[in-house]
């Protein structure tokens, strides 16, 4: 059977800078924004200003001024809307913010900010907030607006307590929440607490989950956490260089090994499903060992898995192999790519393999096509 590779340079992508539609105001880049059910334009921010470094107290403004007319600002980052999945946090990997303080007219924030920012000690959220709250120096997010229901945004990444209790009226923890904290160990759920979709992502430090006090989770081994049989979490604390799942796993739930310090994972026979959305997502991962290769590979699945090298793909009944949007996104060291011999169908989403600087061909057969190659999927 004949062989084309799809094969391209690697190329340096430099980094975005305020375009013509852009509004740099102060230390911020800005975006004009008009959202449904809101009469006026608003401003959210999605970058800063060439060589900003903030330091100490970083405050995000109520409202600006551009063109003579006055703005409020409602968004930091867009990394939660669809699309947007590859963004950058416009706040991320500034050691030098101790402290945040928000408006009350901010009504989101992206689900990367604060990542990498270790010395992050309070949160404050000014009065007449109902999108967020501070207290204890922790920030929380309305789950439901107009209810009294909340769920832990960011821990402070400074704070240096080995041990967390999450409060009681808080209702899960966010993608994110305990990011660049080295000092927590040990964080205690109870009631019925739930564990967002990768909840440990930018946190390499706890090591177990106490949930001898929660409704739906127990702890296993390895700093593991179950509901039932399947496999929602294991601890991003817990170095290992091979976990080998349980042979009576029911499923594996995404997010599972995100920011994992495991380098190979073997999955056990009866367990089809193990490439969802996000499950290796920022993870120490080189391999991953089934009894078959997967079938499809969610949204993010091994983004930013840095380690991974190489991977086998499936294909499902259909011949079709479907490859969702930042798949491998952010994965600099893989090389090569196994595709069965029997595949017709790929379907790659959008930043798929962006930024996959080692990735310098894609083999394909002469029987294989790609129906569409959405935007930025090897960029």
């Not at 980094?15 to 102060?26: F, K, L, Q, W, Y």
């Amino acid at each position: 059977m004949r062989l084309y590779l799809l094969t391209f340079a690697a190329a340096a992508i430099a980094p975005a800078a305020a375009s013509a539609a852009d509004v740099v105001i102060g230390d911020f880049i800005y975006e004009e924004t008009k959202f449904w059910g809101y009469d006026r334009t608003e401003m959210v921010i999605s970058g800063v200003r060439e060589g900003f470094e903030p330091t100490g107290e970083l405050v995000i403004p109520e409202k600006v001024t551009y063109n003579g007319e006055e703005f409020d600002v409602v968004g930091l980052g867009w990394s939660s809307y669809s699309g947007h999945t590859y963004d950058k946090p416009v706040i991320g990997n500034f050691e030098g913010i101790t402290s945040v303080s928000l408006p009350a007219t901010l009504r989101f924030i992206g689900q990367y900010e604060f990542l990498g920012c270790p010395n992050i000690a309070r949160y404050t959220v000014a009065p007449g907030s109902t999108h967020f709250r501070n207290s204890g120096n922790l920030l929380y997010e309305a789950k439901v607006q107009d209810e009294d229901r909340w769920s832990l945004f960011r821990y402070p990444s400074a704070a240096e307590s080995p041990t967390f209790a999450v409060p009681a009226d808080v209702e899960n923890i966010d993608i994110g929440a305990f990011a660049a904290n080295t000092h927590l160990k040990k964080i205690y759920i109870s009631g019925e607490h739930t564990l967002s979709t990768c909840w440990q992502l930018g946190n390499k430090s706890i090591e177990s989950v106490d949930c001898s006090a929660a409704r739906y989770y127990h702890e296993g081994d390895n700093g593991t956490i179950w509901w039932g049989k399947n496999l929602e979490a294991i601890c991003p604390g817990v170095a290992l260089d091979t976990y080998t799942l349980p042979a009576d796993t029911r499923s594996i739930s995404s997010g599972a090994f995100c920011n994992a310090s495991v380098k190979n994972i073997i999955i056990p026979e009866g367990i089809q499903y193990y490439t969802s959305t996000s499950t290796y997502m920022n993870s120490d991962v080189e391999t991953v060992t089934a009894p078959t290769a997967p079938k499809n590979i969610g949204a993010s699945c091994f983004q930013w898995c840095s380690s991974l090298k190489h991977i086998d793909l499936g294909m499902d009944a259909g011949s079709t192999l479907d490859i969702s949007y930042c798949a491998f996104a952010g994965c600099t060291s893989l090389e090569s790519i196994t595709l069965p011999d029997g595949l017709k169908t790929i379907v790659i989403g959008h930043s798929a393999f962006e930024d996959c600087a080692s990735l310098t061909s894609f083999p394909m057969t002469s029987k294989m096509k790609i129906p569409f190659l959405h935007r930025r999927a090897f960029a």
